[in-house]
């Protein structure tokens, strides 16, 4: 539940050190569906940003549904004063998930909000019992790492299917905790590093120019 204080909503707190904002908290039934055209959902955005009380953040991660709607706008321009450190972008390898991902990347340059990296996800998965691996999704066209290239944009990280992933969120617990060994928690480690890193240079260049 999200509770309303004198500093206004209290995000929920799954962990210690990781407070969450959802319009799900909200409603009576998480079967509830909602129906909401664009000016009430911008009004909702703007809500989660001004009116949750976050506290001292290192870092605000808004989750974004696929495409260049209403949502991406809306976030692009509240937060246009806080200059945003960047979008990471998720793709999977096969090429009908890349053409929609090009045309994020094109909205991107176009708004002009830096594009921290692309994330190749379900990329490969290696059999638990005899370790060979397969292409669930084959990239046909290169995978992200060709679209990467031609696009002159940083691919940060590919991260292999593994059913424990989907099993780990399912329950709530997390999954670099609850699979320390695999290759998938490597990768998503490596891909936390390389953001992070960007982040603390964009943060250095930002205390530069103040």
Same mark, same amino acid.
């Given at each position: 539940?999200?509770?309303?204080?004198?500093?206004?909503?209290?995000p929920?707190?799954?962990?210690e &050190?990781l407070?969450?904002m959802?319009?799900?908290?909200?409603?009576?039934?998480?079967?509830?569906?909602?129906? +909401?055209r664009?000016?009430?959902? &911008?009004g909702?955005?703007?809500q989660?940003?001004?009116?949750?009380? +976050?506290g001292?953040?290192?870092?605000?991660?808004?989750d974004?549904?696929?495409?260049?709607?209403?949502?991406?706008?809306?976030?692009?321009?509240y937060?246009?004063? $806080?200059?945003?450190?960047?979008?990471?972008?998720?793709?999977?390898?096969?090429?009908?998930?890349?053409?929609?991902?090009?045309k994020?990347?094109?909205?991107c340059?176009?708004?002009k909000?830096?594009?921290?990296?692309?994330?190749?996800?379900?990329?490969g998965?290696?059999?638990?019992?005899?370790? &060979?691996?397969?292409?669930?999704?084959?990239?046909t066209?290169?995978g992200?790492?060709? $679209?990467?290239? &031609?696009?002159?944009?940083?691919? %940060?990280?590919?991260?292999?299917?593994?059913?424990?992933?989907?099993?780990?969120?399912?329950?709530?617990?997390?999954?670099?905790?609850?699979?320390?060994?695999?290759?998938?928690?490597?990768?998503?480690?490596?891909?936390?590093?390389?953001?992070?890193?960007?982040?603390?240079?964009?943060? %250095?260049?930002?205390?530069?120019?103040?």
């Amino acid at each position: 539940q999200v509770h309303q204080s004198g500093s206004g909503w209290s995000p929920v707190y799954v962990e210690e &050190n990781l407070g969450v904002m959802s319009v799900g908290f909200l409603l009576s039934s998480p079967d509830d569906a909602v129906i +909401w055209r664009g000016p009430k959902k &911008n009004g909702l955005i703007k809500q989660f940003l001004r009116d949750v009380d +976050w506290g001292e953040i290192d870092y605000l991660i808004v989750d974004t549904p696929p495409g260049t709607s209403d949502e991406h706008l809306a976030i692009v321009q509240y937060l246009g004063a $806080m200059r945003i450190a960047g979008a990471v972008i998720v793709t999977t390898p096969q090429e009908v998930s890349l053409q929609d991902v090009r045309k994020e990347i094109s909205f991107c340059r176009k708004v002009k909000l830096p594009i921290i990296g692309v994330v190749e996800n379900m990329s490969g998965f290696v059999c638990p019992k005899c370790q &060979n691996e397969s292409q669930i999704f084959p990239p046909t066209t290169g995978g992200a790492e060709k $679209m990467c290239q &031609n696009l002159n944009v940083s691919l %940060l990280g590919k991260v292999p299917l593994d059913p424990r992933i989907g099993k780990s969120c399912d329950s709530g617990q997390s999954f670099l905790a609850e699979a320390p060994d695999s290759a998938a928690t490597s990768s998503y480690r490596s891909i936390i590093q390389r953001i992070q890193e960007y982040c603390d240079q964009h943060h %250095l260049q930002e205390e530069k120019i103040i």
